[in-house]
């Protein structure tokens, strides 16, 4: 069980899940759509309370369109994912590289910040998964 936010505004291109999913609405409203394309058209609402059963291998999409969501997503894993085109995955964007964070020891470590804002940005747009 994972939990995804995305802020408003924001979209999720076109993906996949290997696994079956369940995407419950905590908070806001969810916007999903079927396809291997972003299509604002084929975007359906869901609100909070809302049960969304999404079977493996289905292409879809995500938009935050009237502002953030908050969704529970449960499987059974491993879980995985995969965009539809390569390019337009958050993950293979390049980050930026000059940002300084304290680790939890109270050193500072760039290369615990470069790993830290890669992982802040990718958060950001995509769904968070379990490592």
């Known amino acids: 069980m994972i939990r995804v936010r995305l802020p408003a505004g924001a ?16 908070s806001g409203v969810f916007y999903i759509g079927l396809g291997e394309e ?3 058209s ?7 309370g809302s049960v ?9 999409f995500h938009c935050a369109k009237s502002g953030e969501y908050v969704t529970q997503v449960t499987a059974i894993g491993p879980l995985g994912l ?6 337009d995955d958050p993950r293979s964007q390049p ?3 000059d940002i300084t964070v304290e680790s939890t020891e109270g050193v500072h470590d760039s290369k615990t910040a470069s790993r830290a804002s890669q992982k802040a ?8 998964l379990p490592r």
């Open 95 to 97: 980050q930026p590289t």
């Open 42 to 48: 084929r975007l359906t609402a869901y609100g909070v």
């Open 38 to 40: 972003f299509d604002e």
């Open 11 to 26: 979209r999720m291109m076109p993906h996949k899940h290997p696994e079956d999913r369940i995407y419950t609405v905590l």
């Open 82 to 87: 995969t965009y539809v085109h390569p390019a």
């Open 52 to 60: 969304i059963v999404l079977p493996g291998d289905q292409p879809h």
């Open 121 to 128: 940005e990718w958060m950001k747009t995509s769904v968070a």
